[in-house]
């Protein structure tokens, strides 16, 4: 059991980093790994955590929202709706798993790295998703086989937008300190005419 709390709180993590670069992608899935190696005990729950979470993320995010007594998905804390998207793909597709343990463990995570609310928070939308599921008042799809494709739209996405595509922010590699990412400048600065303060 042990081995796989470190697997979820890993896959949180690894979504929550992906989450909030708006880039839930293989690329940044094996960026992430690169930089935070697991062992070899948990390397394998991990793995299907995060990519079940990204194949089905679509699915499971119209769940949670359905339950969350009128808040957006993109409105959630970032640490409470990963921690409930897990949960969630466990509760879905992971038979061995009983859907207490993974309620259970999501309220856990949530409390260690959330707010004082997330424990209450993801309980209630959790408990009852998983009420629907057993009274079968919800049908669910098969779980996503497909390749992930190259980028999927991520929470902010097309937040106030119509047809327009989503910008995507660009980064410059980074220098001096690890850890820290400047953003590149996406407009040139205007030049004034000195010739009008004349």
Known sequence: ???????????????YYMDIRNDISIEALTLFQRCFPQSEKIQPFFETLARGVMLNRCQIDRLIERFSSNWKISRMACVDRNVM???LYEILFLEDIPEKVSINEAIDIGKKYGTEESGAFINGILDSAHIALKNQEIQVE??????????????????????EKAEVASFSPVRGRPGVVKRRAST???IH???END
């Not at 059991?1 to 979504?15: C, D, G, H, I």
């Not at 996503?144 to 937008?161: F, M, N, Q, T």
Request: charged fraction near 35%; include cysteine.
């Open 85 to 87: 998207r897990i949960a």
């Open 142 to 163: 098969a779980e996503c086989r497909s390749a992930i494709p190259d980028r999927i739209p991520s929470v902010g996405d097309g937040i106030g937008k119509t047809d």
């Open 188 to 190: 040139t600065t205007p």
């Open 1 to 15: 059991m042990k081995n796989r709390r470190k697997s979820r709180e890993a896959a949180l993590q690894a979504l």
């Open 193 to 195: 005419d000195e010739t």
